[in-house]
Nanobody
Framework: VQLQASGGGLVQAGGSLRLSCAAS????????MGWYRQASGKQRELVAA???????HYADSMKGRSIISRDDVKNTVYLQMNSLKPEDTAVYYC???????????????WGKGTQVTVSS
């Protein structure tokens, strides 16, 4: 399985970005897809996750500001982020696996990171 992420970039505070992550290969093994992020000097943290059963999970810091969605026909997950803040600046990693949690233990596949920079 390969995860190809896109959509990062530079945006001003208050702006929006949409990240995309397309899965290819034996995608039937992926039950949950989502995004982690890692800011400089900090641990990687779960941002949002979407399960094949329809459940959605958001980090407290992203609730009300982001929407995760998945297109199972295209094997793609999207993260719409709004009202971005400088503290959202990080490398965002697409992830897929049995489940996504703060402990990474359910992650089976990682995509390459995409940089999101929010200027003040």
């Amino acid at each position: 399985v390969q995860l190809q992420a896109s959509g990062g970039g530079l945006v001003q505070a208050g702006g929006s970005l949409r990240l995309s992550c397309a899965a290819s290969g034996t995608v039937s093994t992926i039950h949950a897809m989502g995004w982690y992020r890692q800011a400089s000097g900090k641990q990687r943290e779960l941002v949002a996750a979407a399960s094949s059963g329809g459940s959605r999970h958001y980090a407290d810091s992203m609730k009300g500001r982001s929407i995760i969605s998945r297109d199972d026909v295209k094997n793609t997950v999207y993260l719409q982020m709004n009202s971005l803040k400088p503290e959202d600046t990080a490398v965002y990693y697409c992830a897929g696996g049995r489940f996504l949690s703060s402990m990474y233990d359910g992650v089976d596949y990682w995509g390459k990171g995409t940089q999101v920079t929010v200027s003040s």
